[in-house]
């Protein structure tokens, strides 16, 4: 695995280092020990699947609040989705800055996202399924979220169409 720093301090985007062969590649995702190397948090306890039936599905921006904060390590299996995060943490040289990358079944991208940031995506495609990996269990009363609009943040979206939840929507302003 190549682990490539994003411009947001402890964020990677993770890249296979595939072998390949007559049968196409083998590569491995995700390793305990180089996560370790690179200073990520390698105890994974939860894993969720987002499926997406239309393009321009817009999910986010997400995070839970301590006592449980998650670091998330994110890939598109099927289809494409424009990845976004926020880094929230007050003390951080990039407070209320965002990154985006895409992440597509073609390019078998990963992206590592730190504790203290917001999470969301768009999808590129049509029929297009995401899967998680969480550092911490699902807790509804630490869950929250930004508007994936908020002018505090100005994320640039690749698509207009959106299609979100009624949650989504509804958050206030940071």
């Known amino acids: 695995m190549k682990f490539i720093p994003t411009p947001l301090a402890g964020a990677y985007i993770i890249d296979l280092e595939?072998?390949?062969d007559d049968r196409g590649f083998f590569g491995r995702s995700y390793c305990q020990q180089e996560f370790i190397q690179h200073g990520l948090n390698p105890h994974l306890v939860q894993c969720n699947i987002s499926s997406n039936s239309h393009r321009g599905t817009l999910r986010g921006m997400h995070y839970q609040i301590a006592p449980h904060q998650?670091?998330?390590?994110?890939r598109c299996t099927s289809g494409s989705i424009y990845d976004v995060i926020i880094d929230l943490r007050p003390?951080?040289?990039t407070f209320k800055q965002w990154f985006?990358?895409?992440?597509t079944a073609i390019n078998h991208r990963s992206l590592y996202i730190p504790r203290g940031f917001a999470h969301g995506f768009q999808t590129l495609e049509a029929e297009t399924e995401v899967f998680y990996q969480m550092s911490e269990f699902y807790h509804p009363e630490s869950a929250k979220g930004l508007r994936w609009n908020d002018p505090a943040f100005a994320v640039e979206w690749i698509l207009e169409t959106v299609i979100m939840s009624d949650r989504d929507q509804s958050y206030a302003d940071f």
């Open 91 to 93: 003390d951080s040289a």
């Open 100 to 103: 985006s990358v895409e992440l």
């Open 18 to 20: 595939p072998i390949r």
């Open 70 to 74: 998650e670091e998330k390590l994110v």
